[in-house]
């Protein structure tokens, strides 16, 4: 019995050994497998560009005013190797003078009056789609100095049951100063001149994330 105990240990080292090797090999084959999906993966972002302008709006007896108007225009990049699938956006915009989703508002409008509001589903490798405006009136009577934007884009590649995001989140400030332009719409079946005045607008926080990054 004692001579055997030897050639027992040996036996058990081997095991240990084999179970060793197939768990580095696991592990690295892993690694491979996690590696080519990350070269291979869409990479979506969306550039936000803000916006802030009064446009007078006209009434019937002659008289207007201006409405301020925020928001901004969303462009989609896919700098991945394949294209983004499935895309879903979730947008949510607030400012300092209405406690209310002004995204929310802006997507009723489009609803009520386009049928649905212009939504990105998906972007090739490479791609840079148009920008997309979303802006909001302001409904209060006190002029917001300051506003949010927070977007989460969820989206799918190649590899199935395999999602990916991107979220941004932006505090703006609109600056007081502003160049006064004219820009013609139609109006009553001709064209007139309409006065728009642009405000600049100031990153004051932002933060971006994504799936890569946990």
Not at 69 to 84: C, D, H, M, Q, R
Not at 140 to 150: A, D, G, H, L
């Amino acid at each position: 019995m004692k001579n055997d105990a030897p050639w027992s240990m040996l036996s058990g080292l081997a095991s240990l050994a084999t179970l060793g090797t197939l768990y580095f090999l696991f592990l690295q084959t892993t690694t491979q497998v996690q590696q080519v999906e990350m070269e291979n993966r869409p990479y979506l972002y969306v550039d936000v560009k803000p916006a802030a302008y009064d446009v007078i709006n006209d009434h019937p007896d002659g008289s207007g005013h201006y409405e301020l108007y925020l928001g901004a225009s969303l462009v989609y990049k896919n700098v991945g190797k394949t294209p983004a699938c499935n895309i879903k956006t979730e947008l949510h915009m607030y400012n300092n003078a209405v406690r209310t989703d002004d995204a929310k508002r802006l997507e009723e409008w489009f609803v009520n009056t386009l049928g649905a509001r212009p939504k990105v589903t998906a972007v090739f490798p490479q791609e840079t789609v148009p920008p997309i405006p979303l802006m909001a009136v302001n409904t209060s009577v006190e002029r917001p100095t300051q506003y949010w934007i927070t977007i989460r884009v969820s989206y799918t590649g190649n590899v199935p049951n395999r999602t990916y995001w991107y979220g941004f989140d932006g505090q703006y400030h609109i600056d007081g100063s502003f160049q006064t332009h004219e820009i013609r719409a139609s109006s009553k079946g001709h064209r007139e001149p309409i006065f728009r005045k642009n405000y600049r607008v100031l990153l004051l926080d932002a933060n971006t994330n994504y799936d890569g990054l946990g």
